[in-house]
């Protein structure tokens, strides 16, 4: 069966600090991969999603930028963390041909 | 861009009661898929029920169900005998079906409170 990991599940960090958010699926290939955040109390915003290694779709830039150096592995990371990023993060799958998405569990960030 | 719109920020429903939750998106696509997704305070993200929008049959789950209007891109979400463990937030969501790359948007969410 397939899985998702999401680590860490929470993260404290100062401002101006680099950031590394780290999701892996397992039991499929060739997912397509997500990156949402979550503010407190409001709805899901796209940040990026991936179709494949190496192809990342930017829907909010900003200060956040995303990878996939695998076909089951996306990392989300910045430079320089602002306190606007502080949120929570949730990374999510979906299989090639299937509909529904499936999330992991989230990661808390707090940028202080 | 595609776009999910929930206009009522939260709900409220007696226990054993129905209440339904709004959703309307706007899109060019014709095939495309609607979701109803469930967060409780765990902040998991459980599938209620989903739509794919080429059936023109409502879809069901046990006591939720849909109301799809494909014409007015409106997507309800019903639920009936209202228990305490549906108090959650609920988010409607869009995915889109194109070239097998398909990208999933969320609205902002209605928080239901069920009052025993």
């Known amino acids: 069966s397939q899985t998702i990991h999401q680590w860490p599940a929470t993260l404290v960090q100062p401002v101006g600090s680099p950031l590394s958010l780290e999701c892996t699926v397992e039991g499929t290939s060739n997912p397509n991969l997500y990156w949402y955040r979550q503010a407190a109390g409001r709805g899901l915003q796209l940040l990026f999603y991936?179709?494949?290694?190496?192809?990342i779709s930017s829907e909010v830039p900003q200060n956040l930028s995303a990878s996939r150096p695998q076909d089951r592995q996306f990392i989300l990371s910045s430079k320089k963390l602002l306190l606007s990023d502080s949120g929570f993060y949730l990374c999510?799958?979906?299989?090639?041909?299937?509909?529904?998405?499936?999330f992991g569990q989230g990661t808390r960030l707090t940028v202080v | 861009a595609q776009t999910v719109t929930q206009s009522q920020p939260e709900m409220s429903v007696q226990e054993a009661e129905t209440v339904t939750l709004s959703c309307t998106y706007d899109t060019s696509e014709s095939d495309y898929y609607l979701f109803w997704y469930k967060q409780p305070p765990s902040r998991q993200m459980i599938l209620v029920i989903r739509?794919?929008?080429?059936?023109?049959q409502n879809a069901t789950e046990n006591r939720f169900s849909v109301n799809f209007q494909k014409a007015a891109k409106s997507f309800s979400l019903k639920i009936s005998d209202s228990q305490l463990g549906d108090a959650a937030m609920y988010f409607c969501a869009y995915r889109r079906w194109v070239n097998n790359n398909n990208d999933m948007r969320f609205g902002a969410g209605t928080r239901l409170t069920v009052k025993p």
């Open positions: 991936s179709v494949g290694i190496g192809q």
């Open positions: 999510a799958w979906t299989p090639t041909g299937d509909t529904e998405a499936f």
């Open positions: 739509q794919e929008a080429y059936k023109q």
